[in-house]
Each structure stands twice: as structure tokens, then as C-alpha cells.
């Protein structure tokens, strides 16, 4: 039931920071002795994948392709293997031609999405009669361990999210990041692509998140149900984002569209320039999420170039960031966080906004118009 929540979305969004708690009890080993080549993680994955995977392709659609694009960049920068992110219903049709050693990911929340779940078989397939190295190796991630997801792969990851129903998917979303952290921190922990106090340092860093999430929610709500109401009217939204704040910026722009039903596009920052800021003026708002870290000062930048097209700058932030309040028209603060580890954070604000923009304009936030939660057919 809605425990007094008006929606089921509002009440799974404040069900985040106990489903990183539950990833976090789930996936962590206890007594890890920081010992170089033994892993702080325990995802049940057989030892061999460690040693002997070269790429990773991940099949996905919707918010779970989002999920696997921050999985791309944390496998590809702090494991170092190169990571590939098809939409499912692409990769079925034209596969790209067979690597060796190559694992296979499919994530889907419901372990029923169709388009994943006949990529993955295809996979299979066409890999089935060659030598052992080129063989299928197949890993699901999903929030439902007795879905035909879980049936088809040999191994799975449990994201732990418990069940869904707001159809905008939110809390799955934050578990199956929490899937990545901990599925990259397993092979970078077995490969040694980081140190033992690199890993400390993000299982410290993954240990402060849900009190993080919780002062966000606790702080932020009501401003951000006071700022939406003056969205209530606006056709269009831009969201960017660089980085591993990219696939974040996706996201915000797909939830917002979801179930507000405003034009919503999420690109990466450096895009703008590129087209879309043919669109801006003072009537599209554009959401930045500009995080200190590798791409800040060149997200801060991006964002002014909008701005000088008049846009409204809704900026998405560190907590008493000076440089950025000079900036952005209208602040939705996170606390200091590791950028790695900001995607969890940042995407609260923006469910948030797409939540409360919905709500204002009368919408059914959890039956959106023509979506279904899951999508059983091609
Ligand atoms: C967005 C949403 C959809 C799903 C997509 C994939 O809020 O819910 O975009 O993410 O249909 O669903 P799963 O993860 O069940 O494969």
C-alpha cells in the first residue's frame, strides 16, 4: 500500500536510500581484508569470468539501457574492460560481429522485456556451436530473481530493489547502479585495476549514500514541489549532462516525459552547440547537472552557453557550490560525493521534479498514458 505517499512512485523514490542499504548488506563481504587481488564483493560470479573476460555488451531498454551506460563507464574506467551498450531491440537485429571472451549482459527490471530477453537468445544461439572461448557467457541483472531473465542465464545479479509499482521506473533504477558499482568493484578487485585504498575508498564513498539520499529527500522535496509548479505550463525541457552525468540527464529528461508528458531531451553537455541549442530560449528550461570532478568546469561551461540563449538554468549541484550559484537560476543541491558515485545521488532531484510536475498537472503519475510496466511484446 501507499503508506500515506499520494503515489507509489513518491513513496518508492523515498525507498532509495534503504534499497542501497540492502544492495550494500547483500553484495559486501564481511571481514574483507584489503588484500590486493581478493575482492571486498560477493555477487556469487564464478572466478573464471574474472580472469577471462576481455569486453562486455550489455542489452537493455528504456531506464535499464540508462543503468547500463553508467555500468559502461565504471567497467570501462575503474576495470578497464572495453563495454558496449545496445539498445535490445537493435542489438536482435544486427548484432556486431563476434568477439572472443566477450561477456553478455542483459538488464531488465522485470526479467521480462521481450527485446532483451530475444537478444540474449540470440546471443546464445549464434555463439552455440563454437570453440569454448567464443561460447555465450551470459550474466542477467534484475529485480525479479524468478523472472524468465533469471530462467535463461546461467548467473544472475538480484538487485534487491523489492517490488515496483509506479510504472516510471525509480527505485529499480538506483538498485541496478548499485548492481554496477558492485559488479565493477569485483573485477577491478580481482584484476587489480585499482588499489586495495582505491577500493576502500569507493566502499566508503557506497557507504554514505543512503544517509546522503535521506538529507536530499528530507531537504529538497518541498522546494522542488513549490519549483514545479512553475513548469506546469512549459512544452519543453533540455537536460545534460557530462560524463558519467550523462546517462543521469537521460534519465531526468525520459522520467519527465514519462509521466508529465512534457517534450523532454537529455544530452550529454558538450552536445548543445552541436543542434539542440537551436531550441533554447527563455520558454526551455535546461537541467544541468554539473558535479566537481573531471568535466565540471567544461559542464559549467556548457551550461553557460545556454544561458546566454535565455534559457532558464535549473542546475543540479554540489551543496554551497559558489561558482555554480553564479551560474544556474535555480539550484537542487546534493552532498559532496565522489563523481563516480554521484549518479545515485543526482538522479534523486530529477525523478523528483518529473514527480512533482506530473502530480501538478492531474496526471495518473503511476499509470502514465500507453506505458506498461512491463513490455512482454516486440
Ligand atoms: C522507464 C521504464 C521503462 C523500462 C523499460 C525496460 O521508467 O520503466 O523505460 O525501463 O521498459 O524495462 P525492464 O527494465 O523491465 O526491462
Not at 549482459?105 to 569454448?132: C, F, H, N, V, Y
Not at 506530473?358 to 513490455?375: C, E, F, I, T
Request: with cysteine; hydrophobic share 40%.
Amino acid at each position: 500500500e501507499k503508506q500515506g505517499f499520494r503515489h507509489f512512485m513518491l513513496k518508492e523514490i523515498y525507498e532509495q536510500p534503504g534499497v542501497v542499504r540492502a544492495c550494500l548488506e547483500a553484495y559486501l563481504s564481511s571481514g574483507w581484508q584489503s588484500e590486493a587481488g581478493t575482492s571486498p564483493i560477493n555477487l556469487g560470479l564464478p572466478s573464471e569470468l574474472f580472469s577471462e573476460v576481455q569486453q562486455i555488451q550489455i542489452v537493455a531498454c528504456g531506464t535499464s539501457w540508462h543503468a547500463a551506460l553508467v555500468g559502461k563507464y565504471l567497467l570501462e574506467q575503474l576495470a578497464g574492460i572495453p563495454t558496449n551498450v545496445h539498445y535490445a531491440s537493435e542489438f536482435r537485429y544486427a548484432p556486431p560481429p563476434l568477439t572472443p571472451n566477450t561477456l553478455t549482459i542483459g538488464i531488465s527490471q522485470s526479467g521480462e522485456t521481450a527485446d532483451t530477453l530475444a537478444a540474449l537468445t540470440m546471443e546464445q544461439q549464434r555463439r552455440a556451436d563454437k570453440e569454448p572461448r567464443w561460447q555465450a557467457r551470459l550474466l542477467g541483472i534484475t529485480n525479479r530473481p524468478e523472472s524468465s531473465l533469471a530462467q535463461l542465464v546461467p548467473h544472475i545479479i538480484d538487485t534487491h530493489g523489492g517490488i515496483e509499482i509506479g510504472v516510471a521506473a525509480t527505485k529499480s533504477f538506483v538498485a541496478q547502479l548499485m548492481a554496477f558499482y558492485c559488479l565493477t568493484l569485483d573485477f577491478a578487485a580481482h584484476r587489480q585495476s585499482l588499489s586495495t585504498t582505491e577500493i576502500e575508498k569507493m566502499l566508503g564513498g557506497l557507504q554514505q549514500l543512503p544517509a546522503q539520499m535521506e538529507l536530499i529527500l528530507e531537504s529538497q522535496e518541498r522546494y522542488i514541489e513549490e519549483l514545479a509548479h512553475s513548469y506546469v505550463d512549459t512544452t519543453d525541457f533540455i537536460f545534460v549532462g557530462r560524463g558519467i552525468s550523462f546517462p543521469i540527464a537521460l534519465e531526468g529528461a525520459l522520467k519527465l516525459k514519462e509521466i508529465s508528458y512534457i517534450h523532454a531531451e537529455g544530452y550529454p553537455s558538450g552536445e548543445l552547440k552541436h543542434g539542440p541549442i537551436a531550441l533554447l530560449d527563455a520558454k526551455v528550461p535546461v537541467v544541468s547537472i554539473a558535479i566537481p570532478g573531471k568535466v565540471y568546469e567544461k559542464a559549467l561551461s556548457n551550461a553557460q552557453e545556454a544561458k546566454a540563449r535565455d534559457s532558464e538554468l535549473i542546475g543540479v549541484t554540489q551543496l554551497n557550490d559558489e561558482e555554480a550559484a553564479e551560474i544556474f537560476d535555480k539550484i537542487l543541491p546534493v552532498p559532496p560525493v565522489d563523481e563516480l558515485l554521484s549518479p545515485i545521488l543526482t538522479v534523486i532531484p530529477l525523478q523528483l521534479l518529473a514527480y512533482h510536475i506530473a502530480a501538478r498537472r492531474g496526471l495518473d503519475v503511476d499509470q502514465p498514458r500507453n506505458l506498461a510496466k512491463s513490455v512482454t511484446v516486440e
